[in-house]
């Protein structure tokens, strides 16, 4: 499901493609950096936790090993049933590491995991060990909370990343065969059903892709045609829950369950790309004009409704109570990459963006090894109790979609720095990068996020013209459209220069957005930035504490915390002071390295 796992056929034609993953590579800085620690660190700590949470032996009681299902309840009672799309989220990323170069413990720990998984399907392709092992063996008897689908599809990915990564094709063989299956139950010529998790839409599409077999595309399509008409009933949140209120063609607006949304329209747009269906694309980009106008937060996270993990009203948007799950922020990013790459526009690109800098990664510790599941705009310094993980990451979940989604993500975040066309080559996403597209190849270098200037330098090029494009951020100041294009006859050796200013901006919310009215927030880049108790001034609490519009925020490094990091000095008022209004410094860092020093009170928007 993520950029490695897009790959369009020859029959359609998106705007934009992929850059093979084995032709970039990510060298130094920022993101260098996150892809270290997740192969160190967080890639082996999750099969670490997969083991100690029971998700394998789950899979090896299928197998047919004795012993007792290791699963949590939900709020309702209700055993999970979908741990066995934690190992595969799992297997994705190691899939995708080991692409990136050989590691001996990871290859082991996968070879073991996938064995488990081997040995679990049953002969007719069947595989689920929830069902298997608890209710009797009877598949697809409860498809609004089963994810029977929902499993397969994180099962299909991790074997398209082995396929197109390893030229593995064990975990192909096992994912076709499972897909063979619901597509003999629920093909066109089975019986109408749906999963209440979408995810198998775009799955499905990608197994086509992979095996050429249409039979997969045409289940999709079927799917996706089926949602919408009622066929899982109310539930307890609602037909909008699982966004089966209303037809994927014809919903006008986002609803229910913002992951499930997110993952529908993933397919939708895949579907839609290969089959030039206009109408379907349309469709899908009429949502996302009005999700990103209403219902997103400006660290790029989405859902605001505890209750239900959904969306809530247009502008509702409260800090303290977002709900922002660190897979709807994930989702985000790759809905908005399939929409680049279907319609090239740079809108899409930005969204990645302010997602992947701000609402993604403040779902893991700098350590590596805590998630968050939700992620707040704002912590009181007086609160309730709190669950584990909301508002203090925690080293795993009983519902653990979160930390193997973040891993995929960022074993493959080098599929999501580039595209090409027929006329070149397009950089969407800035980093220390060497990539290869045919006979062009290039070398980037950049300090950015903390820095602007990047500079594109051509190693080896065809004698042609061709045209390079790079995006403008938007939050940027020195220039005005999306994109700079150079369009000539390069010569090895040839460079361009952008310089993008990050200069520290002062954000003012909308009107409409009643929550943070009269409250500002401090951007920097495409970073957003939040105060913490720890930096605040001494013997205050940040509810005291107001913007001072007569003073200006600074710049400050913060390699107390990273070594090139850029914090912000924020002036501020202490309102409880005496006498009242007292001038004050506040420290202001970036929103994803909250909570990983003493965890007390945090707010990004400040009052004005």
Known sequence: MNAGSVWPTAAAKPRLYPIDGSNVEILGGFWAQRQRLNREKTIPHGFG???????????????????????????????????????????????????????????????????????AQRPDGYLNSFVQ???????????????????????????????????????????????AHIDAEFGAQGRPGIDGHPGIEMALVELARVTGAERYLALAERLLGLRGHGLIGQGRFGAQYWQDHEPVREAATVAGHAVRQ??????????????????????????????????????????????????????????????AETCAAIASVMLAWRLLLATGEQEYADAIERAMYNGVLS????????????????????????????????????????????????????????????????????????????????SIRTEYPWQGRVTVHVLQTPDRPWTLSLRIPAWSRSAGGPVVRHSRRWNAGDSVVLDLEPVIRVTVPDRRADAIRGCVAVERGP????????????????????????????????????????????????????????????GAIPYFAWGNRRVEAMRVWIPA
């Open 49 to 119: 936790r997969l083991q100690q949470c029971g998700a394998l032996d789950n899979l090896r009681l299928a197998a047919g090993r004795q012993g007792r299902y290791q699963a949590e309840a939900d709020s309702g009672g209700t055993t999970f049933p979908f741990l066995d799309s934690d190992v595969y989220k799992w297997l994705e990323a190691v899939g995708w590491e080991l692409a990136r170069g050989a590691d001996p413990a990871l290859t082991a720990a996968a070879e073991e995991a996938i064995g488990v998984v081997a040995a």
């Open 262 to 323: 997110l993952y529908l329209d993933c397919g939708a747009v895949d579907v839609a790309v290969e089959l030039g269906d206009e109408a379907l694309l349309a469709a899908v980009r009429r949502r996302w004009s009005e999700l990103t106008r209403s219902r997103t937060y400006l660290t790029g996270g989405t859902g605001s409704r505890h209750r239900d993990e959904a969306f809530g009203d247009p502008y509702e948007l409260p800090p303290d109570r977002a709900y």
């Open 133 to 179: 092992v608890v209710k009797g063996g009877v598949p697809y008897g409860d498809l609004a909370y089963g994810h029977e689908f929902y499993c397969v599809a994180h099962l299909i990915q991790a074997a398209v990343a082995w396929h197109r990564g390893l030229g593995d094709d064990r975990l192909l063989t096992i994912a076709t065969r499972a897909a």
């Open 527 to 586: 970073m957003v930035y939040c105060l913490e108790t720890v930096d605040a001034p001494a013997t205050t609490e940040l509810e005291d504490l107001a913007w001072d519009g007569g003073r200006q925020p600074q710049e400050v490094p913060r390699p107390d915390i990273e070594p090139a990091m850029i914090g912000v000095e924020v002036p501020v008022i202490d309102q409880n002071s005496a006498p009242p209004g007292e001038s004050l410094t506040a």
């Open 363 to 442: 779902g893991i510790s700098l350590s590596g090894e805590e998630f968050f599941y939700t992620n707040p705009l704002q912590r009181r310094t007086h609160r309730a109790a709190e669950p584990a993980g909301h508002s203090k990451r925690a080293s795993w979940y009983a519902c653990a979609c979160c930390p193997p989604n973040l891993m995929r993500l960022f074993s493959s975040w080098h599929h999501y720095l580039a595209t090409s066309d027929e006329g070149g080559i397009q950089i969407h996403q800035y980093a220390d990068t060497d990539m290869t597209v045919g006979d062009i190849r290039l």
